[in-house]
């Protein structure tokens, strides 16, 4: 095979209690990318529609994570690149990582699969840290693996993939404004009282054994953060208003995706997932600012083909 078109999921970092540590793969927000092979023997990237994003690659993060990639191997097979971009970057829905996934994702499969999607998170980790300045894999590996990830340990890395129960919905809402995770890591202490880390690692545990035990109200009575969504709500317009709403209209809970701007609500059920975005929506129609309402399962698979090129 020379050419591989893929689907490059969005996905919902830390989850509410997982800072740096949980994520969860959206089922049909994403990017589109074709890649193929090239005899220039390098990495390049002809093309990149939607966003205005830089096409050298050793400034973009799916050149950095396929040069990664193509170094661990020691392999001087040459790449093109085409991102068809539809996340904004900056989103907090794992613009970023979409990208990065989905550049280790397809070089892989050209080559045969030398990697498992596990071994692959390193790589993609690379990109996030061109685009953040921080190594952290709660966006790539979701979207690499699908379904929600935890990362037990980072050195060494640990990464595991978890049970996600079947009626789980999110509901995100993106104010058109742009975060960077670089900025919104910047507003960050770097220790915690212990009174807090004791009830977010209580949290964390909570929510793993509800995702297993399909305990909906567990999950719901997890998903708090009250180490970063502290500091980082402040920049989100409405943020407190949009979580009142979408629990009176029956969420299980919410808080900041990723970085930020975005919020994002758990549900049990799409219906109630709808009600959600509608109470999400009236907070925002006064506001001034533009703004997009998704409502998406969890999807099990992470990025995936769309339409294999020519043999
Ligand atoms: N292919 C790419 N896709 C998206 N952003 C890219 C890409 N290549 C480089 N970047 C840069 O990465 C930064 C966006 O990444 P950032 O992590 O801030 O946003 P995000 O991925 O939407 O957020 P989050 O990780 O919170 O979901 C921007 O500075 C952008 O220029
Ligand atoms: N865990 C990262 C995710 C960025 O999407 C952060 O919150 O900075």
Redesign the pocket.
């Given at each position: 095979m020379k050419e591989l078109r893929i689907f490059c999921p969005a996905?919902i970092?830390n989850v509410a209690c997982g800072f740096d540590v949980l994520g969860l793969c959206l089922d049909h927000i994403g990017d589109e990318m074709v890649v193929r092979k090239t005899g220039s023997g390098q990495v390049t990237i002809s093309r990149?529609e939607g966003?205005d994003?830089?096409l050298e690659a050793a400034?973009?993060?799916?050149g950095v994570s396929a040069m990664a990639l193509l170094k661990a191997l020691g392999s001087k097979q040459g790449f093109d690149m085409e991102?068809h971009?539809k996340?904004?970057?900056?989103?907090?829905?794992?613009?970023?990582?979409?990208?990065?996934a989905g550049a280790v994702f397809a070089i892989n499969r050209l080559l045969g699969e030398p990697f498992t999607l596990n071994e692959l998170i390193p790589f993609a980790m690379e990109?996030?840290k061109?685009?953040?300045g921080a190594l952290h894999a709660d966006?790539v590996a979701p979207a690499l693996l699908g379904g929600f990830s935890l990362v037990r340990s980072y050195d060494p890395l640990d990464v595991i993939r978890l049970h996600t129960p079947g009626q789980l919905y999110a509901t995100i809402i993106h104010p058109q404004i742009e975060?960077?995770?670089?900025d919104?890591r910047s507003v960050l202490k770097h220790s915690v009282p212990l009174k807090k880390a004791i009830a977010q690692w209580g949290n964390v545990g909570g929510l793993v054994s509800g995702l297993y035990t399909e305990d909906y109200d567990l999950i719901g009575r997890s998903l708090h953060d009250g180490i970063v969504e502290p500091l980082r709500s402040l920049l989100i317009p409405r943020f407190d208003q949009v979580k009142q709403a979408s629990a009176e209209a029956g969420a299980l809970g919410s808080g900041i995706?990723?970085?930020?701007p975005?919020i994002f609500a758990l549900s049990k059920g799409e219906h109630t997932a709808k009600k959600v975005a509608e109470a999400m929506t009236q907070v925002y129609a006064d506001s001034g600012v533009a703004f997009d309402v998704h409502v998406s399962g969890i999807s099990h698979e992470g990025v995936r083909p769309t339409m294999s090129g020519t043999p």
């Open positions: 996905t970092a990149i966003q994003l830089p400034n973009n993060v799916a991102i971009k996340i904004k970057p900056g989103s907090g829905i794992g613009s970023s990582a979409a990208s990065a990109g996030e061109l685009a953040s966006n975060v960077k995770t670089a919104a995706s990723g970085s930020g975005s």
